[in-house]
């Protein structure tokens, strides 16, 4: 038999296998040897059967036979491998020690798996390796020893078993994470028996696993839902899962509210295989917000009364919160002061422009908003009270008002809350109460007054000043003895009747002043002036009129110039230093200063006397009309209680300013500045500018 002869195993043609052509079949070969090759040669086509790749070496470890597997899976031609140590199927670095792993099989050979717990790896003709199994089985051909070896691919294996490794470690790990969930997290079989129980749900229900595993969950738990449980059911056999809330009971007997998602586990065919529940406690937080929503029906409870009382007051009112000054509330009154309706929670500034109102102050200035008497009080934290101001709506009707403002105590307006609860920053911040008063009515009935009394005053000036004047001339016209001469009861009531006729004008002459400037029809008449003889002329006048004062005059200038109505100047003097005198009843030193502040262009008078001193509660408002100390009426002195006021009125008319200090009992000291413009300084000689 020729070494190509083939053998006819009756199978197809592609398991037929040639003899390997290195290994030649000599006529002159011993008859040992051709009895070898035809054994190979009938062994060749059956192993081809087998899926496996199949090898035949010899002890010395040469491949004398490969089925077709075998070079597919190594890339290599059948040629290629017969003849060659099996080394060649391994990767370079591990020929060496595979000698040694030979040589000990061969010791001892016997049907194994090759290289048990060790990676065998092959390498391919074109140099890839993989990874493989191999089973070595002794064979004897003619009585030689030979080994066959069958190698399985398991890249395949492998690669799956590598997956599922990396699976089971996610596994592992989501069991880490589900027991660390502060949810409880359970799974229920199909018959609702706990299959899985984190340790959330033990540290939520109670019960441990051991314990919880194998009951009925809705059993179990005793579970209230919020719609019937086969509502529930239906929508997670439809849906796949459910969500919502459900009451369920500890072990303790404890009922907690969880918020509940559910998910419906199917198998392989598709049959509800588990159902996995997440339930997270949020029983204190619906107890919170029950509570919130109790504090805020109650607060909405209180805002209704409130609105309800407010709305019956005659004056507007504004409860603004915050620095914005959001309102909370406001009356009736409110919308018609504003001439439209408020909306809660809108900003006050806003809502007024919003609606084309504005504000004034009494003399027609428009009020910036950071002035609003609201966001004074507000940013201050202090009342503001008293603010005369004037509304103009947008229809261009005017309404004065007096604003007070009033911050509130705003934890006063809260009801009594739990500790832990807070109705959010909002509740914090400050409430301020607004009240505008429509004083329209007032203002006109003050109107009429005033009309009333610079008419009566003007009517009465005239025939005062006569009478006053004819009984000043009788008294000096006797005096001197021309004509008849008075008796003296006679002489004592015309000296009754000049005193009582010149008091009378001087009140109506300050009465009108009163009412002229109120008309806004008081001018001044200004012209340069010089301060220093002014007063000093002023002071001698007034030394005349008493003897029990001395009143004494300091001043380092010799002329301080100014550009004022010097008849109203005499008149704020002769009122200052006339009250000091009136009201040093025991007499003493009256001392007027006048000083020129450079820097500030100002003459600054000051008239301190040592008489009985003004109440602290009338010194707020000393300077307002008819104001008067108790002190001096219980003292029976009479006065008007408008001289300060004019003074007031005539020296800020001027740029200046007035303010006293005083203490009852010991006396007290005026003050008053002046502007001096520069033109005036520089022309001291006094001539017209
Ligand atoms: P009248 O003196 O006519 O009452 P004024 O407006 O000048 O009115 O003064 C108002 C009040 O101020 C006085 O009634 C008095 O109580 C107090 N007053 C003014 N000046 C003095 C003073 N020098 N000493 C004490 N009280 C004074």
Redesign the pocket.
């Known amino acids: 038999m020729s070494m190509m002869d083939r053998h006819d195993t009756g199978h197809s043609p592609e398991n037929q296998r040639a003899l390997p052509g290195k290994m030649p079949i000599q006529p002159d070969s011993d008859s040992l040897m051709i009895s070898f090759l035809l054994t190979l040669n009938i062994l060749a086509p059956f192993l081809e059967y087998p899926p496996d790749a199949l090898i035949v070496i010899d002890s010395a470890g040469t491949i004398i036979l490969v089925n077709t597997q075998m070079e597919t899976l190594f890339g290599y031609d059948h040629d290629e491998l017969i003849g060659r140590p099996v080394d060649l199927l391994l990767p370079e670095h591990l020929r060496t020690a595979h000698v040694a792993h030979w040589t000990h099989y061969m010791q001892a050979p016997r049907a194994r798996p090759m290289g048990i717990g060790l990676d065998l790896v092959g390498q391919r003709k074109d140099g890839s390796r993989f990874f493989v199994e191999i089973s070595l089985r002794p064979i004897r051909i003619e009585h030689t020893l030979h080994v066959i070896g069958a190698i399985r691919d398991m890249t395949a294996q492998r690669e799956a078993e590598r997956e599922r490794m990396l699976i089971s470690r996610r596994l592992r790990q989501q069991d880490k994470l589900l027991s660390m969930s502060h949810d409880a997290i359970l799974v229920r079989d199909s018959a609702d028996h706990i299959v899985s129980w984190n340790e959330g749900a033990e540290h939520l229900y109670g019960w441990t696993e051991e314990e919880a595993v194998g009951n009925i969950t809705h059993t179990l738990l005793q579970a209230r839902f919020p719609i019937s449980r086969e509502a529930v059911d239906y929508t997670l056999e439809q849906h796949g899962q459910w969500e919502g809330e459900l009451t369920h009971t500890c072990q303790d007997g404890r009922q907690v509210i969880v918020e509940s998602r559910q998910a419906l586990v199917r198998d392989e065919q598709g049959f509800p295989a588990a159902i996995l529940e997440i339930n997270r406690d949020v029983t204190e937080r619906r107890r919170l917000e029950r509570l919130e929503r109790e504090a805020r029906a109650e607060i909405d409870a209180r805002l209704h009364v409130l609105q309800v009382i407010l709305d019956h007051l005659p004056s507007s009112v504004f409860l603004v919160q915050g620095p914005q000054l959001r309102i909370l509330l406001a009356n009736q009154a409110a919308t018609e002061i504003w001439g439209a309706p408020w909306s809660r929670g809108q900003p006050e500034e806003e809502f007024i422009q919003q609606h084309g109102a504005s504000l004034y102050t009494p003399t027609g200035q428009p009020l910036p908003l950071e002035d609003m008497t609201g966001r004074r009080a507000m940013d201050s934290g202090k009342p503001v009270l008293n603010c005369q101001l004037v509304i103009r709506q947008s229809d261009g009707a005017s309404i004065p008002v007096i604003v007070d403002a009033i911050p509130l105590e705003h934890r006063s307006l809260l009801p009594s809350l739990p500790q832990e609860m807070t109705l959010g920053p909002a509740s914090a911040e400050r409430v301020v109460l607004v009240v505008y008063r429509n004083v329209r009515a007032l203002k006109e009935a003050e109107e009429l007054k005033d009309q009333f009394i610079s008419l009566a005053t003007h009517e009465l000036r005239t025939p005062v000043t006569i009478i006053a004047g004819y009984a000043d001339r009788l008294l000096s016209r006797a005096a001197q003895e021309k004509g008849h001469a008075l008796d003296e009861w006679q002489r004592e009531k015309v000296q009754q009747m000049k005193h009582a006729s010149w008091h009378l004008a001087n009140l109506t002459g300050e009465l009108l002043d009163v009412t002229r400037m109120q008309a806004g029809q008081f001018q001044l008449e200004r012209r340069p002036t010089d301060l220093v003889a002014l007063t000093r002329q002023e002071i001698e006048r007034l030394q005349a009129t008493t003897d029990k004062h001395q009143l004494a005059f300091h001043t380092t200038v010799a002329q301080l110039w100014a550009l004022v109505d010097a008849f109203r100047i005499e008149q704020i003097l002769s009122?200052?230093l006339?009250?000091?005198i009136?009201?040093?009843p025991g007499g003493g030193l009256i001392e007027v200063t006048l000083e020129e502040h450079k820097d500030t262009h100002e003459a600054h008078f000051r008239?301190r006397?040592q008489?009985?001193?003004?109440?602290h509660a009338?010194q707020a408002h000393?300077?307002g009309r008819f104001?008067?100390?108790?002190?001096?009426?219980i003292a029976g002195?009479?006065?008007?209680?408008?001289?300060?006021?004019?003074?007031r009125e005539l020296i800020e008319r001027h740029g200046g300013h007035i303010s006293?200090e005083?203490e009852e009992g010991v006396?007290?000291t005026?003050f008053f500045s002046l502007p001096c413009t520069e033109a005036v300084y520089r022309n001291s000689s006094g001539k017209a500018l």
Request: glycine content about 18%; proline content about 2%; aromatic content about 12%.
């Open positions: 009122n200052l006339s009250n000091a009136k009201y040093s008239i006397d008489g009985m001193g003004i109440p009338q000393l300077f104001v008067r100390g108790e002190n001096v009426r002195i009479r006065g008007t209680g408008l001289g300060l006021y004019l003074c006293f005083s006396g007290s005026f």
